[in-house]
């Protein structure tokens, strides 16, 4: 079964920090471009940071450069998204995909950014 489920999610304060997982099974992950998109209330999910299958090379919408990672590990064949510095215009609904959306969405995980 193929399948992504992202976890990691909460409530922030500005300024914090959180750690979002992107657990797959069915495929290898290494093996794709992977995304992560996030859809904030009322809002279109938008793209938010990627990472190349063969170099890793990873890019990063402008909106969150120098405050996001985006990582694998791919012997857990789990992707990751390292974030700091959180804003309140961070909050939203997190999904991991690969590049080509091909694969079903997750339920996506909830970050709440609030003071």
């Known amino acids: 079964q193929v399948q992504l489920v992202e976890s990691g999610g909460g409530l922030v304060q500005p300024g914090g920090s959180l750690r979002l997982s992107c657990a797959a099974s069915g495929f290898t992950l290494s093996t794709y471009n992977m995304n992560w998109y996030r859809q904030g209330p009322g809002e279109e999910r938008e793209w938010v940071a990627g990472?190349?299958?063969?170099?890793?090379?990873?890019k990063y919408a402008d909106s969150v450069t120098g405050r996001f990672a985006v990582s694998r590990d791919n012997n857990k064949n789990t992707l990751y998204l390292q974030m700091n510095n959180l804003k309140l215009e961070d909050t939203g609904v997190y999904y991991c995909n690969e590049a080509s959306r091909r694969i079903s969405w997750g339920q996506g995980t909830q970050v709440t950014v609030s003071s």
């Open positions: 990472i190349y299958a063969v170099s890793s090379r990873t």
